[in-house]
């Protein structure tokens, strides 16, 4: 007999578990606009009479909320590496090679082809408009045998729909996109209409689920780049040299920000004006030079140089002076070099003065986690890692913002496949105490090894080539068509985003002071961006008590 469970969205079902591990979740609590999602397994146990025919069911949702429903399919994907040996496993599900599950496969009105001995989730993805009727209301789903349309199974859960608006996202998101990984899965030519297509597409679901800040390479970004190689060229800004003077076509780049306009991206996060890690050289930039297309500069040019800084000089220029015109200027935030450390002061300091006189009222903000850097004033926009924010929370840092990558496998939130879903959206509330303005990831669909050596088959190997702890590379999947899947893990931090937005209307109501109370009452310590939380239970408990006070005071 087929068992079905509905559990939260904060559960990794693995295919060899069984049903009874799972925690019921019999109610749910969510405000109108919001998006969430819940889980329903199933389970069909070896019967040798049963066995004797497969069986097909169409999953069907039924009550109040079933027009806001989209259903996936979550995928199991092959892990190889799920941490670095270093690594502490208090937040892993597992430690071992397998299949791990993270792709939400869209439904689509398909059904489902139901294994014996085989747990299996169903993702139920709500998207409630800012109408959404108001109440308590039971949502039941069933599973209906395709052939004879009997209702073979079926679970209930509750949700309470409050009457308040989720406020609008002010927090800044940005994963880093890869143009380039794109074109090489896909096969497709840079920026042909069938790379255009698949771009928006992708920039979309990104949009859809939380990222309002878009890397836009207006020169292929220097970025996870082996020295002295190079990434396939995706450069949106055409670039020609007569006569020792330089000119600017922005075509593409007008293309650029029209798409984003179209599907509601806010911001441009205009890729680094030098190489990573310390900003000695320049990133690859091509050119036409008297008729003849190449590469003007590289890994040769001397970051510091005159030739490659009177060349900044004149695309920044340039660059202002047709965003102004567009009204978008103030729309872009800006890059020396990523992850500068200590003894790469100087040389981020000497890049940096290449162009801040006329990026001089534009925010220019780095990943790094030197504090020197802050106190020396050598960046005033830093976005530090989240093991090494402390010092700049210490110092008041204003309008701060924090990162994460693979370093960071201790004690903080993280969205690993081997993860814990809770130690993923833990970070939403660790964002609103701390008054956290922007967040950025480094990977939204990076499908390369480690300095973009080779392409990699995102399906079949989720750690970069045995590079870093598998998830950290990518959040989507490239699926079939040019259409992108979404990781469990990217809706899980849209939660994070989620729960910190309904903090932020809780404190409208009440204070920063109250909201922070209540969360720390509930989470019974602390709340630092060390200290996670350690299960669904304690996620949703805090949640529940953010919408109690929202209730109460709307």
């Not at 791990?100 to 014996?116: A, H, S």
């Not at 806010?266 to 890729?271: C, G, P, T």
Request: proline fraction near 5%.
């Amino acid at each position: 007999m087929l068992q079905l469970k509905i559990v939260s969205s904060l559960e990794k079902a693995f295919l060899d578990q069984r049903i009874e591990e799972f925690p019921t979740l019999e109610s749910i609590s969510a405000l109108r606009g919001e998006r969430f999602s819940v889980q329903c397994l199933y389970y069909r146990p070896y019967e040798v009479e049963a066995d004797a025919h497969l069986l097909f069911a169409i999953p069907k949702i039924s009550g109040p909320l079933a027009p806001y429903v989209k259903l996936h399919r979550v995928r199991s994907v092959p892990v190889a590496k799920t941490k670095f040996p270093t690594t502490p496993t208090d937040s892993l599900l597992r430690t071992a090679p397998g299949l791990y599950p993270d792709i939400l496969e869209p439904m689509d009105g398909g059904k489902l082809n139901i294994t014996c001995d085989i747990l299996e989730s169903l993702w139920m993805e709500f998207s409630l408009p800012e109408d959404a009727p108001v109440g308590n209301f039971t949502n039941t789903v069933s599973f209906v045998d395709h052939k004879t349309g009997e209702t073979v199974a079926e679970a209930q859960f509750n949700a309470e729909i409050i009457n308040a608006v989720l406020p609008k996202q002010t927090l800044k998101v940005t994963q880093w996109f890869y143009t380039d990984c794109l074109a090489a899965f896909y096969g497709v030519e840079v920026f042909s209409e069938r790379h255009w297509e698949i771009i928006e597409r992708f920039a979309r679901m990104a949009k859809e689920h939380g990222i309002n800040l878009l890397l836009t390479p207006v020169f292929t970004p220097p970025l996870d780049t082996a020295v002295g190689g190079e990434r396939l060229t995706t450069q949106l800004v055409d670039v020609k040299k007569t006569n020792g003077r330089y000119f600017f076509s922005y075509k593409k780049l007008d293309r650029w920000i029209d798409m984003c306009d179209r599907i509601g991206i806010e911001y441009f996060e205009i890729s680094h004006l030098f190489t990573q890690w310390g900003a000695e050289h320049a990133p690859k930039i091509m050119a036409t030079v008297d008729g003849e297309y190449k590469k003007i500069f590289g890994w040769e040019t001397d970051a510091a140089g005159e030739e490659y800084g009177a060349f900044l000089r004149c695309f920044l220029k340039s660059f202002l002076k047709h965003m102004k015109a567009r009204g978008d200027d103030m729309r872009c935030f800006f890059h020396i070099s990523d992850e500068p450390t200590e003894p790469q002061l100087e040389s981020y300091k000497k890049a940096k003065a290449q162009v801040k006189r006329i990026l001089r009222g534009y925010p220019i903000m780095d990943a790094l986690s030197d504090f020197s850097f802050y106190k020396k004033r050598v960046c005033d926009l830093p976005i530090p890692a989240s093991n090494h924010i402390e010092p700049f929370i210490k110092a008041s840092v204003p309008n701060l913002w924090v990162y994460y990558c693979c370093g960071q496998d201790d004690k903080v939130s993280n969205r690993f496949i081997a993860q814990r879903s809770c130690v993923n959206r833990s970070i939403g509330m660790q964002m609103f105490k701390y008054n956290i303005v922007g967040f950025l990831q480094w990977g939204f669909n990076f499908y390369n090894n480690q300095y973009s050596m080779a392409a990699i088959n995102p399906y079949l190997d989720a750690s970069g080539g045995n590079w870093v702890p598998a998830g950290d590379t990518y959040s989507v999947y490239p699926g079939a068509g040019g259409e992108p899947h979404p990781s469990l893990r990217l809706l899980v931090f849209e939660e994070a985003i989620a729960d910190m937005r309904a903090m932020q209307l809780a404190e409208s109501l009440t204070s920063h002071e109250t909201v922070v109370a209540a969360i720390e009452e509930v989470f019974g310590k602390e709340l630092r961006f060390n200290t996670c939380a350690e299960d669904a239970e304690m996620i949703l408990k805090i949640r529940a008590r953010v919408n109690k006070i929202i209730k109460e005071n709307i």
